[in-house]
């Protein structure tokens, strides 16, 4: 395992990085949400990166990560839980909820989602040879108001998600601002032990961004 100080990336000079536009990550962004993170991409390229757009992770490569994803992780939470069976008050409704369906899953559903898990990470790993990153929208729309969460919960996660469950360095730094104020971030993901590259570019992006205050 590498013992690299990833401090030692920061605010490193960024030009001549190859960053992979993911296109499928852009599909059902807000209006807002895509002039933010359009304005995002020419602050990268001003540095110097090469922006790519690319078709991977494709459209059904984020639909099953997020549904699969899920069973996974709710599995894998119910099992954790176990240890805790006394903490009922702790836990929230929405928790009780995704634990309690964690024991409706089949033993063949978390197989497969499991025989994904592995296959997209393999794929995403020959991918990103050919760059040194991912960019993408972090979320597709503003933040939402506190009471409207479960509602706009899948859009909200829809790029996250693939990542968390395959493991690779993920980091979100501010993109900007929508005309009423509300922050949009830009994920930058990277290849297993490179997070020292995705702490580069977005310690140079914030570099040339001006303090952000919602």
């Known amino acids: 395992m590498p013992k690299d100080d990833y401090t030692d990336y920061l605010f490193k000079d960024i030009s001549g990085l190859r960053v992979g536009l993911s296109v499928e990550a852009l599909d059902g962004a807000d209006r807002e949400t895509l002039r933010t993170f359009d304005t995002c991409m020419e602050k990268l390229k001003s540095l110097g990166v090469e922006i790519i757009e690319t078709n991977m992770p494709s459209a059904d490569d984020f639909r099953l990560a997020n549904n699969l994803g899920l069973i996974i ?10 240890a805790f069976t006394n903490a009922g008050p702790k836990y929230i ?32 790993l020959i991918e990103l040879n050919r760059f040194d990153a991912f960019i993408m929208p972090t979320t597709l729309v503003p933040a939402v108001k506190a009471e409207e969460t479960e509602e706009y919960l899948t859009i909200l996660s829809k790029n996250c998600i693939p990542w968390s469950m395959i493991g690779f360095p993920t980091l979100s730094v501010p993109a900007g601002l ?17 997070d020292g590259i995705i702490l580069a570019i977005a310690s140079a992006l914030e570099s040339i961004t001006p303090e952000l205050r919602p």
């Open 178 to 194: 929508t005309s009423n104020g509300l922050p949009i971030g830009a994920q930058l993901v990277g290849a297993p032990f490179d």
């Open 93 to 124: 409704k929405q928790v009780f909820e995704q634990l309690d369906e964690a024991s409706q899953i089949k033993a063949v559903d978390y197989i497969t989602a499991q025989r994904f898990r592995a296959e997209f990470q393999e794929r995403m």
């Open 73 to 82: 992780s709710r599995v894998e939470a119910a099992a954790y839980q176990r």
